[in-house]
């Protein structure tokens, strides 16, 4: 299916690690990107290719796969990353996961 | 360092159109291929359509499909998303972004009201 599925939200500390999950079919066969919003802004590529890292992107940003899931995983969250974060894939078409509102409190 | 710049917001009547422009900066229209996303009032992303460069033409969510039309202008290095029959339910934020993501434009709010 080209759906990407995510929870809604996501809850930690500050330290504590915070990892949000994005399930889909076409996972297992094509890369996933993630991005961060910000209220008001633009999204923000944190992730490419399942675990790249663009340039100025932070080392606490990591993400894996496996099979048809892949993991953002924040470690150490600090209360600026607080935001929503939607994994992407590109399939025949294009598809945006639902967004998972990370709450660092 | 790509660079893409929105028209401003629109408020537009149900069934009107609306054309939303996106100029690049930093590199030609040429050299990157465009799509579109719109973001609904509290809602997440959606794609709407962009260039494909591996089968060379322009590609739209179904959900799109006969309302939207991206089109290029490369003499200005301008890329355009106009979408008609507005209805409310097209109230967004509407932005251009590259083919990969790695950038976005500043986003153009579209509103449909009577």
């Known amino acids: 299916s080209y759906e990407l599925t995510q929870p809604s939200s996501v809850s930690v500390s500050p330290g504590q690690t915070a990892r949000i999950t994005c399930s889909g079919d076409?996972?297992?066969?094509?890369?996933a990107r993630w991005f961060q919003q910000k209220p008001g802004q633009a999204p923000v590529l944190v992730i490419y290719k399942d675990s790249e890292r663009p340039s100025g992107i932070p080392e606490r940003f990591s993400g894996s796969s496996s099979g048809t899931t892949v993991t953002l995983t924040i470690s150490g969250a600090q209360v600026e990353d607080e935001a929503d974060y939607y994994c992407?894939?590109?399939?025949?078409?294009?598809?945006f996961g639902g967004g998972t509102k990370l709450t660092v409190l | 360092q790509v660079q893409l710049v929105q028209s401003g917001a629109e408020v537009k009547k149900p069934g009107a159109s609306v054309k939303v422009s996106c100029k690049v900066s930093g590199y030609t229209l040429t050299e990157l291929s465009m799509h579109w996303v719109r973001q609904a009032p509290g809602k997440g992303l959606e794609w709407m359509g962009g260039f494909d460069p591996e089968d060379g033409e322009t590609i739209y969510a179904q959900k799109f499909q006969g309302r939207v039309t991206m089109t290029e202008d490369t003499s200005t290095d301008t890329a355009y998303m106009e979408l008609s029959s507005l209805r409310s339910e097209d109230t967004a934020v509407y932005y251009c972004?590259?083919?990969?993501?790695?950038?976005w434009g500043q986003g153009t709010l579209v509103t449909v009201s009577s």
């Open positions: 076409v996972l297992a066969k094509k890369y």
């Open positions: 972004a590259t083919d990969t993501f790695d950038y």
């Open positions: 992407y894939s590109a399939a025949d078409n294009r598809v």
